[in-house]
């Protein structure tokens, strides 16, 4: 017969209630780490990946414009409201319709959106005239939200800058095909892969529009 005092004062009394509480913290630390979906089956959360437009700018590049607006509509099925995915898509119809009025209106669309507008240019190293240039390079003309800027596909005559920073955003008179970016006294000379006036002055158009918000 158990006395009633050594029910309550035995030193091992205590002891399998004090490991079922240690492996139940356990358990609880464990599922918090990994994760729980809601069907009960435990899985390490993974943080959603970013699309890859630096594939969807070497399709344009190559003027696989389908298949780059067949990409950017998977992501946009997804996101309706993807910036960049627009301003891409705006990119892609622009080379592929060349409808220029539609064109202005998809990159506003963009901007609103958090995008802007992208040109694939070649940017002459040297004065421009109506005659060609040779030496020059090749690149993304970017317009966001606060900056324009220029990334190459190779070499080291990229820029970046702020709105305020740009002296002169215009059209050349010598030749209409031709825009330039005036900052520190110093045109940039840039022509559109189109080679058509209105390019340029489509570009200007939303750099005002994007310059003024």
């Given at each position: 017969m ?5 029910m309550?004062?035995?030193?091992h ?13 356990l358990?609880a630390?464990?599922l918090l780490t990994?994760?729980v ?6 899985v390490i959360q993974e943080p959603?990946?970013p699309?890859?437009f630096s594939?969807i ?6 003027q696989?414009?389908n ?6 509509e998977?992501?946009l099925e997804?996101?309706p409201l993807?910036?960049?995915?627009l301003t891409?898509?705006?990119t892609?119809n622009?080379?592929?319709d060349l ?5 202005q209106k998809?990159f506003e669309e963009?901007?609103?959106a ?7 240019v070649?940017?002459?190293h ?9 030496d020059?390079?090749?690149?993304w003309?970017?317009?966001r939200?606060?900056?324009?800027e220029f ?11 702020k709105?305020?920073e740009v002296?002169?955003?215009?059209q050349?008179?010598?030749?209409k095909?031709?825009?330039h970016?005036?900052v520190?006294g110093k045109?940039?000379n840039?022509r559109g892969r189109?080679n058509s006036?209105?390019?340029?002055l ?6 005002k529009?994007?310059?003024r918000n």
């Amino acid at each position: 017969m158990i006395k009633n005092n050594e029910m309550f004062h035995s030193p091992h009394s205590s002891r399998p209630s004090t490991s079922s509480a240690i492996l139940l913290w356990l358990l609880a630390f464990w599922l918090l780490t990994i994760g729980v979906r809601t069907n009960g089956h435990a899985v390490i959360q993974e943080p959603a990946k970013p699309a890859n437009f630096s594939g969807i700018q070497d399709l344009i590049y190559h003027q696989k414009y389908n298949e780059a607006i067949t990409r950017l509509e998977q992501i946009l099925e997804k996101n309706p409201l993807n910036g960049e995915a627009l301003t891409y898509m705006a990119t892609a119809n622009l080379y592929h319709d060349l409808n220029f009025t539609k064109a202005q209106k998809e990159f506003e669309e963009a901007f609103r959106a958090g995008g802007g507008a992208t040109f694939f240019v070649t940017h002459s190293h040297e004065k421009f005239n109506t005659d060609d240039v040779v030496d020059y390079c090749r690149g993304w003309l970017h317009l966001r939200a606060d900056e324009v800027e220029f990334a190459p596909n190779e070499g080291g005559h990229g820029f970046k800058l702020k709105y305020n920073e740009v002296e002169e955003f215009k059209q050349n008179r010598l030749s209409k095909t031709v825009f330039h970016i005036k900052v520190g006294g110093k045109s940039q000379n840039f022509r559109g892969r189109l080679n058509s006036d209105l390019e340029p002055l489509l570009i200007i158009a939303l750099y005002k529009r994007f310059a003024r918000n």
